[in-house]
Each structure stands twice: as structure tokens, then as C-alpha cells.
């Protein structure tokens, strides 16, 4: 145990004799008297050498080195190099010899302080890992002194930056989708939607899928989703009732008149009936309101189990809201 440290343990101690703490001090002074000082040298020497921790650079960018040179004689000149790494001799082991001045020059910052700082900015196509940075004083008359900094250098080549994928018009097309309700649609058209939408799904929660990916699931999410099918209600679907009477039942062909209901078509009031004369020309009646009788009298055929008329359906004021085709009339004159 060194004689300061035990001196102290000794004064700390609450149950130390007399003769410990005689013994302690006699020990410490002896060691005092014997304590030498510590010879300076007087040969430069370097130290403090920046950068002392591992810096990552791009071309473009600046390389800081610094260091201080201890008894250093006036006239000398400090400089820098980049070596591969483990390769500390004079030969030229750079990075790329031509691309920069082989020995960086290093200023003195304040004139007689012995700090010398340097800089260096990165060329391009330069690329390499674990550079050692060397110092080296040189005195006027040739002396060379060098060391090495304790960070390492690594000059990375950019690649081409890829541009951000962008996801927004997928995500919104699947906020859209998933709003959309199974039974509402034919089976055809969900079964591929459905489809589409997992994909969209899974790329839009993949964190590397490309733009050309995402570009992808959008158009087939879109394409499915505009193919959808709404399926048919019948309870909702327009539907019309014809009932029928013979205007007068002794003439042969019949001539009948009709009174037409209509019901789901919004709006709805009034009728008329196209139909065709035996010679095919195509005739209509007057406008009639829904649910009173034609005063138009409709030429029937009697020989014939049905005939085939148009009945086209108008709001209050006379406009055109939907027409039945082919609607079949039953013959009056052909008992049930």
C-alpha cells in the first residue's frame, strides 16, 4: 500500500494507536523525500491528435485534424495523411494519391503554441473504411516526428437516393373499400374484390414495397372496386299492373281499355300505352293519371293468347320518368 494512502486510512481511523499513526507519518515523510521529478523530454513528441474518435464522411464534406506538437523547434512543418488501414510507413498508401495533395499541410494557430490544425475535403468517388490518420512533424533540419490519431476515417460513395414511396392514394382506396358491405353486391363481382383488397392491404403495411408495387395494388383495388355489382331487389324494383276490359265486347277484333298502377318509381303519376296496329305502325294513347281507364280504345287481337305493349310512366307535369317494355296484356277476351 502506498505511504499517502495508508497515512490516510490511519486518519480516518477512529480506533488508530499512537504508535499506528507514529509509524504512518514516519513512513510518509520518508516516502516524500525520496519522491525524484520527472524528466521532460526535450525531443519534440506529438499529442492531443484530433479526430480521437471514428468520423463517417461524403464527398463534399471536410476532414478536421489537429494535434499538439511539444517542443517543437521553430522552423518546422507539420502535415497529415490518410493511410490504409495498418499501414503506418512512409510509402504512399492513400486513398487515392492524385485525387489530393499527397501531405496535407497543417498551420500553427497561434504562432510559437505548438497547435496545428489541417483540413481536407472529400473527393469524389473516393471509398474506404478505417483510415488511419497520421501526423507528422518534420524540424528544419530533416527530423521527422509522426503519430497516429485514435479515430479512423470512412469515406462513403452516395448511391442514388431512391425517392419516398408514396402510399396516400392506396391507403384512402382502402378506407373506401372496407366501407363497402358483402351482401350489398353480386358474388361475381365481390369474390375478385375481395381479393384485391387483401393485396392492398399487405403492400400498403409493407415497409419496402416499391412505388411500382403500390402503383400496382391501387389500379387492381380501383379496377375491382368500380367492376362491383349492386345485387337486384325486388321489393325495390319498378313494377306495373295493367288491368283490362273490352270497350266493346261484340266486335271481333276486340277493341279493350287499360288502367295502369305503377309503384317504386318516385314521383310517379300519370301513363300513356304504345302500341302497334296491325300493320305495324306504332300508335300511342293520351296521357292519362295513374289509376283511371284509357279513353283510348287499344286494338286487341282475340286470336292471340297475349299481345305486347309499352307503358310509359310520367311526373305530374308530363315528364318522362321510366318506361315498361314488352309488358304482356292478358286477352279479355280468352276466359281464365
Known sequence: MDALEEAIEIKDNPDATQRDVNQALENLNAAMEGLEEREEPSEPYITNILPDEDVTLKAGETLEVSCNVINAPEGGMAYFRLLLPSIKTNANRTVDKNSYNYEIKMAETVTGSGIYSGHWIVKEGINATGLEVEVNFTSEDGAETRAYAAGKVNIMIEGPVEPEVDKTALAAAIAEAVEKNEADYTEESWIPFKEALLTAKEVNENEVATQDEVDAALTELNTCMNGLVIKENPAEKPK???????????????????????????????????????????????????GTWTTD?????????????????????????YTFTDVVIENPMIPK
Open 240 to 290: 306495373v299492373t295493367v288491368e283490362v276490359k273490352n270497350s266493346s265486347p261484340t266486335f271481333f277484333p276486340a277493341l279493350i281499355i287499360l288502367k295502369v298502377a305503377v309503384e317504386n318509381i318516385p314521383d310517379s303519376a300519370k301513363y300513356d300505352v304504345v302500341y302497334q296496329l296491325s300493320g305495324g305502325e306504332e300508335v300511342h294513347t293520351a296521357i292519362y293519371d295513374l
Open 297 to 321: 280504345s287499344i286494338f286487341f287481337n282475340p286470336k292471340t293468347i297475349t299481345d305486347k305493349v309499352n307503358i310509359r310512366i310520367y311526373d305530374a307535369e308530363n315528364n318522362l320518368l
